[in-house]
T-cell receptor, first 110, second 116 residues
Framework: DAKTTQPNSMESNEEEPVHLPCNHSTISGTDYIHWYRQLPSQGPEYVIHGLTSNVNNRMASLAIAEDRKSSTLILHRATLRDAAVYYC???????????FGKGTKLSVIP | GAVVSQHPSWVICKSGTSVKIECRSLDFQATTMFWYRQFPKQSLMLMATSNEGSKATYEQGVEKDKFLINHASLTLSTLTVTSAHPEDSSFYICSTSEEGTSRTQFFGPGTRLTVL
């Protein structure tokens, strides 16, 4: 898997937008960008994925830089239930395996 | 996305006993499932890839004779921790992968194993 770099932790106030960055400068042309999150004592949860274009779903938006070397997960309105560790992962081509880094621990302040 | 369940959600066992954890894909036929382990305050580590009807592929450092994986059907994979020791206490998580180029994975809720 291509290496990703994320901040260890971030804080957000409740009901404000949150932008979680991820750098992946060694990304290849066929690598999808995946985001998962893990709430305490639960299995990871799929959030969103994209290849080149920005993506939106009911949970979040994914903004992908034009050179694809970085991306940003956007939570439009943080709630207390969004407090989790967020992982940015690039599954390697030809492999279904995911390699989890340390992710970004998001704290949401009431 | 696919819905994945695990049973049990938590288990406490004595050292030296064996524990079986089930992973079910409820609405999706999964030819491939993955087993992860997560120690406290650490990230998920892939243990093995479970293939329906064939032997599992284990990651380096994971003992295949200790962590027995059976994937006998398209909806069920089991992980048996044999002769469990306290150092095997961990959070075990399974996942299934969506076919296609995106390789999205869907995870079970995890099983907390405590070995006394």
């Amino acid at each position: 898997d291509a290496k990703t770099t994320q901040p260890n932790s971030m804080e957000s106030n409740e009901e404000e937008p949150v932008h979680l960055p991820c750098n992946h400068s060694t990304i290849s042309g066929t690598d999808y960008i995946h985001w998962y999150r893990q709430l305490p004592s639960q299995g990871p949860e799929y959030v969103i994925h994209g290849l080149t274009s920005n993506v939106n779903n009911r949970m979040a938006s994914l903004a992908i830089a034009e050179d694809r070397k970085s991306s940003t997960l956007i939570l439009h309105r943080a709630t207390l239930r969004d407090a989790a560790v967020y992982y940015c992962i690039l599954p390697g081509a030809g492999s279904y395996q995911l390699t989890f880094g340390k992710g970004t621990k998001l704290s949401v302040i009431p | 996305g696919a819905v994945v369940s695990q049973h049990p959600s938590w288990v406490i066992c004595k050292s030296g006993t064996s524990v079986k954890i089930e992973c079910r894909s409820l609405d999706f036929q999964a030819t491939t499932m993955f087993w992860y382990r997560q120690f406290p305050k650490q990230s998920l580590m892939l243990m093995a890839t479970s293939n329906e009807g064939s032997k599992a592929t284990y990651e380096q450092g994971v003992e295949k004779d200790k962590f027995l994986i059976n994937h006998a059907s398209l909806t069920l994979s089991t992980l048996t921790v044999t002769s469990a020791h306290p150092e095997d206490s961990s959070f075990y998580i399974c996942s299934t992968s969506e076919e296609g180029t995106s390789r999205t994975q869907f995870f079970g809720p995890g099983t907390r194993l405590t070995v006394l």
